[in-house]
DNA sequence: CTAGATATATATCTAATAGATATATAAACA
DNA sequence: TGTTTATATATCTATTAGATATATATCTAG
């Protein structure tokens, strides 16, 4: 079973949505789905050339009074079709790696002060990210017209992201009282 | 800033725990960290070769009775200490790749039958590995003596992942429905 | 008792990916 | 005016995922 690149479907996904340059594309990823979706120029660019190759994509260039040339791209019908069938394939596990899980299984080799600061900052990230999507949320609901088909999944897919992190807080606070017992205890 | 491999350390974490083989770690990746972290082969031998050139791991080689060969890892004091300063730096971001996220994102995209098995299957998945935590924790506190100091930390850890994992089963209730509702909709 | 499956153990290879950097122009700014 | 930021593409390397190869030992079902 030969592995397949997740970028090559990415880049599908993202020009369903519309036609974009592979700049676009990095923005898009970092704008729009870096709640679960993350793309490095590398990957997109050299990804792009295959594609073009194997016939899912066509790019034209554009220019716009004196800016400088840009390559816009678009699916193809055969894309939509590869894509059509990828997204009816089963779900494949993402590889787990999580640092923070990771220190904390060694958690008594960290000072406690610094172990708390770990989580202290952990807890900011995952609160502004929540706050990211909460306004999304918003922003969607009133921006996106209700034909778009997308709209429901799009706000049931940034609730995933929401739930997510809301679990990760909660998480935050019982490790967090855990930390500050140790703390107080070795103060006696 | 030169990139650091993350497996470095997850081997010295392992190795800070007890003594390994390189096939005892991934084992030990699939049976006891697989909540969080995960390690190929390729990753452990070849990584292993190189923290032994840097004096951070040392190998002897071992034979029980009629059995092969095999080499038994251990940390050194270096080790020790390259570990301990990795694990006071700030965690670095876990790069999002959430493939499920990724196919709703043009759910409209995917024929409702095909979209309800994804979130079943997705579903059971969360399940099972909520039911392992759960009893791997059961397991850890009756047998665990308490003098272990990485006791609460583990407990903790498998904390996080039983809370996200109920998350995610939580939004998997929300897009079946979703799902289930543009079912019934599509046959009237 | 024996063929096949599973567990132990190490090693290696390739495709995919992350992250950094290089280059160039245009626009914003201070 | 010089500096930073945004637009745009391209490329390179270290890291990682996943597969496969090899060999022995042990378990298991016919």
Redesign the pocket.
């Known amino acids: 079973?030969?592995?397949?690149?997740?970028?090559?479907y990415s880049i599908l996904v993202m020009l369903s949505i519309e036609p974009m340059?592979?700049?676009?594309m990095?923005?898009f990823t970092k704008e729009v789905i870096s709640n679960f979706w993350?793309?490095?120029?590398?990957?997109?660019?050299?990804?792009?050339?295959t594609l073009i190759e194997e016939g899912l994509v066509t790019g034209k260039?554009i220019e716009?009074?004196?800016?400088?040339?840009?390559?816009?791209y678009e699916i193809t019908s055969k894309g939509s079709r590869v894509l059509g069938e990828w997204l009816c394939e089963p779900i494949?596990?993402q590889?787990p790696?999580d640092e923070l899980s990771l220190k904390f299984f060694v958690g008594p080799l960290i000072p406690l002060e610094v172990s708390l600061q770990h989580i202290l900052a952990h807890k900011e990230q995952q609160k502004k990210q929540l706050d990211k999507l909460k306004k999304a949320i918003n922003r969607m609901e009133e921006e996106v017209p209700e034909e778009v088909p997308h709209k429901a999944y799009w706000i049931t897919g940034s609730r995933l992201g929401i739930l997510v992190r809301e679990a990760r807080l909660k998480w935050c606070d019982e490790m967090e009282s855990l930390i500050r017992g140790k703390i107080s205890k070795s103060k006696n």
Not at 1 to 8: A, L
Not at 21 to 24: L, P, T
Not at 38 to 49: D, F, H, N, P
């Open positions: 079973m030969s592995r397949k690149s997740k970028t090559r340059s592979g700049y676009d990095k923005q993350s793309e490095s120029y590398g990957q997109i660019y050299t990804t792009l050339k260039e716009e009074g004196k800016k400088p040339y840009k390559t816009v494949s596990r590889v790696r």
